[in-house]
């Protein structure tokens, strides 16, 4: 599964989801796309078939409704809840991606909140 971490989160815990594999983009990386609008960045998502992750649950939340209104499906978003893991934890951040990434891998339109509960 290949993901786009959003502008939350910071392009080393991408270095970090590389070494170990994986291919990891963030946002904050390339001057290209950071700053873009939240729609912008989840089309381009799609158009590069990677998952988000993001912390912004509530514009995503709408984008991911709208594309389920028009029976769209997406690569998938994972929301991080940010009281329970702030963004400054990149260790447990990683872990916690590298742990869904295995288990959702094979879907689409997934939407799945880490930590779990």
Same mark, same amino acid.
């Given at each position: 599964m290949k993901l786009l971490l959003d502008e939350q989160i !910071?392009?080393?815990v991408a270095e970090r989801l590389r070494d170990r594999g994986r291919d990891a983009v963030a %946002? %904050?990386?390339d001057p290209q796309i950071a700053g873009l609008d939240d729609r912008a960045v989840f089309d381009l998502a799609q158009c590069e078939r990677r998952a988000l992750v993001t912390y912004n649950c509530l514009d995503f939340i709408r984008i991911v409704r709208e594309?389920?209104?028009f029976d769209r499906t997406h690569r998938g978003v994972v929301f991080v809840r940010? %009281?329970?893991l702030p !963004? !400054?934890?990149h260790g447990e951040l990683i872990q916690q991606i590298?742990?869904?990434v295995k288990e959702f891998?094979?879907?689409l339109s997934f939407a799945v909140?880490?930590?779990s509960s």
């Open positions: !910071s392009w080393k %946002v %904050v990386a594309w389920a209104t940010p %009281v329970k !963004s !400054s934890d590298g742990r869904l891998e094979p879907y909140w880490i930590p």
